[in-house]
T-cell receptor, first 114, second 115 residues
Framework: NAGVTQTPKFRILKIGQSMTLQCTQDMNHNYMYWYRQDPGMGLKLIYYSVGAGITDKGEVPNGYNVSRSTTEDFPLRLELAAPSQTSVYFCASSYSQDRGHGYTFGSGTRLTVV | AQKVTQAQTEISVVEKEDVTLDCVYE???????LFWYKQPPSGELVFLIRRNSFDEQNEISGRYSWNFQKSTSSFNFTITASQVVDSAVYFCALGVTSGTYKYIFGTGTRLKVLA
């Protein structure tokens, strides 16, 4: 039972480079989310998806893009990396929109932009 | 405004001491959920508990207990007889909709349990 799998676990990017953070879940969850965690801060929602083909912006979407072509996958794209995007990124999924369902989180991707 | 405040940035205790982590929330929703997550040094986020706004019963799970008080908008977390393995960052979160389904996280409390 893999749950939510994120790759890579660590990455160093140069300013201006692009990359895709991969996220896949095997629980058939419709709802998926991308959060970033900055030091000493809570998690901030970047983008979320309520199902395949449907995505929407969260609190801090600038500099990122997402797609949801399948239920399982929810990749996060950074087009022009900036030092402000240095953070730990978490992908999460949940069974439904019921606010009572907790998230299942991936193990995170630590990204450094230099 | 929707907000979660964890005023304690870092707490250090000696093993076997009891410790309480505070969480204060703000929301206009009448129906909402509160959560606690643990983030150990390895970095993953582990779900600990969920409580809905209509259930103010306290909950105990082993050495963990939670005190939910709507009157003070608080959802505090107590670890009894703390152990070194409890060392982690603990996040409180609020589940609301307000047009966008999301959770609002507090900034976390780092707990250090010293042997």
């Amino acid at each position: 039972n893999a749950g939510v799998t994120q790759t890579p676990k660590f990455r160093i990017l140069k300013i201006g480079q692009s990359m895709t953070l991969q996220c896949t879940q095997d629980m058939n969850h419709n709802y998926m989310y991308w959060y970033r965690q900055d030091p000493g801060m809570g998690l901030k929602l970047i983008y979320y998806s309520v199902g395949a083909g449907i995505t929407d912006k969260g609190e801090v979407p600038n500099g990122y893009n997402v797609s949801r072509s399948t239920t399982e996958d929810f990749p996060l794209r950074l087009e022009l990396a900036a030092p402000s995007q240095t953070s730990v990124y978490f992908c999460a999924s949940s069974y439904s929109q019921d606010r009572g369902h907790g998230y299942t989180f991936g193990s995170g991707t630590r990204l450094t932009v230099v | 405004a929707q907000k979660v405040t964890q005023a304690q940035t870092e707490i250090s205790v000696v093993e076997k001491e009891d410790v309480t982590l505070d969480c204060v929330y703000e929301t206009r929703d009448t129906t909402y959920y509160l959560f606690w997550y643990k983030q150990p040094p390895s970095g993953e986020l582990v779900f600990l508990i969920r409580r809905n706004s209509f259930d103010e019963q306290n909950e105990i799970s082993g050495r963990y207990s939670w005190n939910f008080q709507k009157s003070t908008s608080s959802f505090n977390f107590t670890i009894t007889a703390s152990q070194v393995v409890d060392s982690a960052v603990y996040f409180c979160a609020l589940g609301v909709t307000s047009g966008t389904y999301k959770y609002i996280f507090g900034t976390g409390t780092r707990l250090k349990v010293l042997a």
